[in-house]
């Protein structure tokens, strides 16, 4: 698995994050090589937020992954991230269930 992470700095600051994660699963219909890439963690301090860094910093990620073998590109969305991420293509699936243990 590897794992990499973009930032956004102003004054040597950092201001916004986001971070993927490349991993292989068993190939399947539609992603023949297995391999597969995961955003995680998209933030944006509150007081730089709606000015379009998270959308630039995605914008590199879907570039990156673009130039690999990976076929699939998926994240978590909340609800005040959603908007960003539809506008950059991404789409909601009810595909996944889970088990938490607390």
Do not use: C
């Not at 956004?8 to 292989?24: K, N, R």
């Not at 955003?39 to 959308?55: E, S």
């Not at 590109?73 to 789409?91: C, I, M, P, Q």
């Amino acid at each position: 698995m590897s794992v990499l992470a973009w930032v956004a700095e102003v004054d040597s600051q950092i201001i916004a994050t986001t971070g993927l994660v490349f991993f292989q699963r068993p190939p399947y219909n539609g992603n023949l090589s297995g391999l597969e890439a995961y955003v995680m963690n998209v933030y944006t301090i509150p007081m730089w937020r709606g000015q379009g860094i998270a959308t630039a910093l995605l914008k590199e990620i879907i570039s990156f992954v673009r130039a690999t073998e990976a076929k699939r590109l998926w994240l978590h969305a909340t609800e005040d991230g959603k908007r960003v991420y539809e506008k950059l293509s991404f789409v909601s699936t009810a595909k996944e269930m889970e088990i938490v243990w607390y």
